[in-house]
């Protein structure tokens, strides 16, 4: 039975990989951080009844608390675990937040990540644990080429970019250093039914869904003209797993090679619940109108612009197609859209059923 550490459990990514790895028959371990609240929400298909909200182990699953920021915790835990597959995850991973946190997103996406790879060298595991470092499209920020591949140059802007872009080069560098597992997937934007609501795909879709139940009347974002990659991640952490299984340690795009915009996921989300947008204005000023009612349902706030915005992101997953044989677009953006409406859908009601319990 081989066994996987993932450091980021409790996130969108981890969650999905955790369990896709014990459906592969691992023993599974997570790390997450101590909270005074409860935190597992994204596990509870993997713990028992009995074990949601507590920290109890469930068959082959095992978590553990931890900080990737605190060097003699991680290095205690892989002494303790000695994982064959260690997936690090943990990030301060939102964009925007990253200009108001800087210094923290700096200790997490970047020191974090050393004392990873540092853990594994002095524990003389670098012929036993196989290292994947969570990487991001962001690293590409202000693009050199289109679509950006593995070779494309870097220019991050943000200050999670530049924190990634460190994480990213200690990883090569231990790899090439200490002949280390060690290996990059750059991520390109992955969404689902669990991303946080503060993210704007999920966003979006949270709102759609609450207006269509009369729970709220408008949403507000900021560049709609922005161009992503956006792909599904429960289909993107088995590329993940197919990164470590490769015979040799080599970095990946992780992408699906199309883009759309903010506009459209807009579109495409409300179009689910029954709501044809149009679109007035420009800029600022630009409106998204119930095109039955005449409502405006979405309007442009420049406090969620970012002060230095990446206009477009659009991977070439060409080399994870050809050498891993992963499957890009197994799950559409449409496809993509109406599964994370649909559960927002079925969120809202729920709340509703639960506050009349209540009232």
């Excluded at 996406?109 to 644990?129: H, M, S, W």
């Excluded at 970095?251 to 199309?258: L, P």
């Excluded at 179009?271 to 309007?299: F, P, S, Y």
Aim: charged content about 30%; some cysteine.
């Amino acid at each position: 039975m081989k066994r996987a550490l993932i450091t980021g459990v409790t996130g969108q990514d981890g969650s999905y990989l955790a369990e896709f790895l014990l459906e592969k028959g691992y023993e599974v371990h997570g790390v997450i951080r101590r909270s005074s609240s409860y935190n597992q929400e994204r596990l509870e298909d993997i713990l028992d009844d009995e074990a949601a909200g507590a920290l109890l182990s469930n068959q082959n699953f095992h978590l553990h608390y931890g900080d990737v920021t605190d060097t003699s915790n991680v290095i205690r835990l892989m002494s303790e675990i000695r994982p064959d597959e260690l997936y690090n995850l943990a990030a301060q991973s939102h964009v925007r937040v990253s200009f108001d946190m800087p210094g923290y997103t700096l200790d997490v996406d970047g020191k974090g990540t050393l004392n990873i790879l540092e853990a594994v060298r002095i524990l003389g595991l670098t012929d036993k644990t196989k290292v994947y470092q969570a990487s991001t499209s962001e690293l590409y920020g202000k693009v050199q080429e289109v679509p950006q591949k593995e070779t494309t140059p870097f220019y991050p802007r943000s200050p999670y970019g530049v924190a990634k872009i460190y994480g990213f080069w200690i990883t090569k560098n231990y790899r090439e250093s200490y002949n280390m597992f060690a290996v990059n997937g750059i991520l390109f934007n992955h969404e689902s039914e669990r991303r946080g609501e503060t993210f704007v795909t999920r966003k979006i879709s949270l709102a759609a869904a609450r207006i269509a139940q009369g729970k709220q009347k408008k949403l507000s974002l900021g560049n709609l003209d922005s161009l992503r990659d956006w792909g599904y991640a429960k289909d993107y952490v088995e590329c993940m797993w197919l990164i470590l299984q490769h015979d040799k340690p080599e970095d990946f795009v992780i992408a699906t090679g199309e883009m759309h915009t903010v506009r459209e996921f807009v579109e495409l989300a409300f179009n689910h619940v029954g709501i044809e947008i149009e679109w007035t204005g420009k800029g600022v000023d630009e409106r998204g109108i119930n095109k039955a009612t005449g409502d405006v349902l979405v309007d442009v706030d420049p406090k969620f612009f970012r002060p230095t915005e990446v206009d477009q992101l659009l991977g070439d997953p060409t080399k994870a197609r050809t050498l891993l044989g992963w499957n890009p677009t197994k799950t559409s953006f449409e496809e993509l859209v109406r599964i994370m409406v649909q559960a927002d859908m079925k969120k809202v009601e729920k709340e509703e059923r639960v506050k009349k319990m209540f009232d």
